[in-house]
């Protein structure tokens, strides 16, 4: 069976999708949940889980929040200064809105501009929202806007998907590169019938209907197999006495720092 | 594989539990350094948190050598003069011209429950100690007398030779105190004011030598003839500057982990077994043997 993506617990935004005069009332939930393994970092020799310092790279020392100010780098040791000031005044400001302004057609959108995507859930709005999900649907086009969240504008899609609304952020044109920019791409020959005739066929021939669930990180399975085989492992081994040693060096530290306390 | 996973979580459990009370990070606590006996590092740990109050007196303000066997007694060990890299900035250190290194060592000096754990972590097994003190390092406070039997004799010879030595001392007014080397021999202490030369006491402990061995056929007091079969050899040498002893409650790199044991005069007796004073049983050794040592710091008639 497929394993599912669990559903999150909360929603991460609040706020109203607008299309002219009309205002739904929404919620936010991620959608996409990363599922790649990740490993923490220890300690060799003692197992202790290790964390990151923000080091100053002229006195090496460990710098305090109150003490950190963002420089926009130019050159190698030129930095332009923000105070949090500055960077608050010019914020985009989050008017809690969904601003649809035109609908297209969803496939005419080029999917290497979609970014990150988010169910769309009424916000005790149950009526207005199966309203519009059901226009959607009927009329089988995507509306296209901007919102803000947290700092960042973003240009989005929103469109019906298995009963519900999905909100997608889009990239910026200028995020995207221009391939033929790339030099490999530039003069490219131009193959012959025969060849074009059998490459077609080639692809005929292997021509189906797409199916996500045919691909697995065999990565993660991997390591999945290998964790679960170690913590059964584990439990063979007699846990306990090691902890009961652990314990016997704490009591044995405990009585001597007392003993020399007294000494 | 089960192994490294098991490996990594007991020790991180000890990390953050036993790091509140102590500034050493212990690690490969499973590591078995007394293959015999199966005694591992823990153990080790262990016996030099136990016995630290009563051993740390004796290792107070004197630069250290140490002897370590990080993969245990049946390998090679390496003397340890020089604090190696990596010493912790806590441990303290004494910068001193070594003659046999021909340049400037840091010892490391022990005067805390930490540094002893960091040298325990470190399978610093055997601790040895010079006769005298950083501060005053030309002029001893100890003055030792080696007993050394040379098979077939045997401990029972050496402890019957200390007893003739004691009452030797008793007559100049001079308060011993006996251990075991944690071998085969024993060691006669003499707590004395800081104020003589190694020559002086040197000089002195092989004056007595030379009296016991014209007294008793079995004792030689030259290092000539310390390797005369059958015998009991006084060694007067090792009271010299950069000579050290094997400090009390030392342990030993042998089979079921022997400690250099202070003992009552009472204790020595026929038939002792030094290999039976080992990490396990000396912890419970009660009242300490040497009770008052440092407050009998005795005169030399020299």
Not at chain 1, 7 to 17: H, N, Y
Not at chain 1, 168 to 180: D, F
Not at chain 1, 240 to 250: G, I, N, T
Request: charged share 30%.
């Amino acid at each position: 069976m497929q394993e599912k993506a669990e559903p999150p617990k909360r929603s991460i935004w609040r706020g109203r999708i607008s299309i002219g005069l009309v205002n739904v009332p929404v919620k936010l939930y991620t959608m996409i949940r990363d599922k790649s393994i990740s490993f923490r970092y220890l300690h060799k020799h003692d197992g202790a889980p290790l964390k990151y310092q923000k080091v100053c790279t002229l006195d090496k020392e460990v710098v305090p929040w109150e003490d950190i100010i963002k420089g926009y780098q130019i050159n190698e040791n030129e930095f332009v200064v923000f105070s949090k000031e500055e960077l608050e005044a010019i914020k985009p400001e989050s008017d809690e809105r969904i601003r649809i302004e035109k609908f297209v057609n969803l496939i005419s959108i080029d999917p290497l501009y979609f970014d990150k995507s988010y169910i769309l859930a009424p916000n005790k709005s149950e009526d207005a929202y199966s309203l519009m999900l059901t226009a959607f649907q009927k009329i089988g086009m995507a509306g296209v806007g901007k919102f803000t969240m947290k700092t960042k504008e973003h240009p989005v899609v929103i469109h019906e998907y298995k009963g519900s609304l999905i909100l997608t952020t889009l990239r910026y044109a200028n995020e995207i590169v221009y391939p033929l920019d790339l030099e490999e791409l530039k003069n490219l020959p131009k193959p012959t019938t025969e060849e074009l005739k059998l490459a077609t066929k080639i692809i005929e021939n292997l021509s189906a209907d797409f199916d996500i669930t045919e691909y697995k990180d065999g990565f993660r399975e991997k390591v999945e197999k290998i964790i679960e085989k170690k913590r059964k492992g584990e439990t063979i081994i007699p846990e306990r006495p090691q902890k009961e040693e652990a314990k016997e060096l704490m009591v044995a530290l405990r009585e001597t720092l007392n003993k020399l306390e007294q000494q | 594989m089960t192994t490294i996973i098991y490996y990594l979580k007991s020790e991180y459990h000890r990390g953050i539990t036993v790091e509140k009370l102590t500034k050493v990070r212990f690690s490969n606590l499973e590591k078995i350094l007394f293959p015999q006996s199966q005694i591992r590092k823990a153990q080790v740990i262990e016996y030099y948190i136990r016995i630290a109050p009563k051993m740390l007196q004796y290792l107070k303000d004197r630069p250290l050598v140490t002897t370590r066997y990080p993969d245990g007694i049946d390998q090679k060990g390496f003397f340890e003069k020089n604090a190696p890299k990596g010493t912790p900035k806590w441990v303290k250190t004494f910068t001193k011209y070594s003659e046999t290194t021909n340049r400037n060592l840091n010892y490391i000096v022990c005067n805390n429950l930490d540094t002893l754990l960091w040298l325990a972590n470190l399978a610093a097994l055997e601790i040895h100690i010079p006769l005298s003190k950083t501060e005053s390092y030309q002029k001893p406070d100890l003055l030792l007398f080696d007993i050394d039997p040379e098979p077939p004799s045997s401990i029972d010879d050496a402890i019957q030779i200390a007893k003739i030595l004691k009452e030797k001392l008793d007559n100049l007014s001079l308060k011993s105190y006996p251990k075991t080397s944690g071998k085969k021999g024993l060691h006669i202490i003499i707590p004395i004011i800081p104020k003589y030369s190694y020559k002086q006491t040197r000089e002195f402990v092989h004056q007595i030598g030379k009296q016991l061995a014209k007294e008793n056929e079995l004792v030689v007091s030259e290092f000539s003839r310390s390797q005369d079969p059958g015998t009991v050899y006084i060694d007067y040498l090792q009271n010299s500057q950069g000579r050290t002893m094997v400090a009390p409650y030392s342990i030993r790199p042998q089979k079921d982990a022997p400690v250099s044991t202070p003992l009552a005069w009472e204790q020595l007796q026929k038939g002792l077994k030094p290999k039976e004073f080992n990490i396990f049983s000396v912890v419970a050794i009660e009242p300490n043997p040497w009770e008052g040592f440092w407050e009998n710091k005795q005169k030399l008639d020299v």
